[in-house]
Nanobody
Framework: QVQLTESGGGSVQPGGSLRLSCSAS?????VAWFRQAPGDRREGIAA????????YYRDSVKGRFTIARDNAKNVWFLHMNSLKSEDTDMYYC?????????????????WGQGTQVTVSS
């Protein structure tokens, strides 16, 4: 099972940008980014299958967030632009897809520890 380490979270003003990174210990068939607020369900917001390179996005982030990767280094990114206060959450990357629903948390076996993103003026 691949090991994942996230970085890049922090505080930013509304309209600002952040880039999250997810470093993987090995190869995987897919990577996804999730977010979760205390007491809420973990929500899939972006994902990509390594074989097809076709990204998937939740509507709430479409056009603002981009999932990307550095193949040579097994590092995956979430570029977040035009951030809003409602984007404030703990963000997690996940890997090793084992089910069909690419944005469902139950579809992944490997998880990072999470990184906090706070959007506030």
């Amino acid at each position: 099972q691949v090991q994942l380490t996230e970085s890049g979270g922090g505080s930013v003003q509304p309209g600002g940008s952040l880039r999250l990174s997810c470093s993987a210990s090995g190869s995987t068939n897919a990577v996804a980014w999730f977010r979760q607020a205390p007491g809420d369900r973990r929500e899939g917001i972006a994902a990509i299958r390594t074989a097809s390179d076709s990204p998937y996005y939740r509507d709430s982030v479409k056009g603002r967030f981009t999932i990307a990767r550095d193949n040579a280094k097994n590092v995956w990114f979430l570029h977040m632009n035009s951030l809003k206060s409602e984007d404030t959450d703990m963000y997690y990357c996940a890997a090793d897809l084992v089910a069909d629903d690419i944005l469902a948390p139950t579809s992944y076996r490997a998880w990072g520890q999470g990184t906090q993103v706070t959007v506030s003026s």
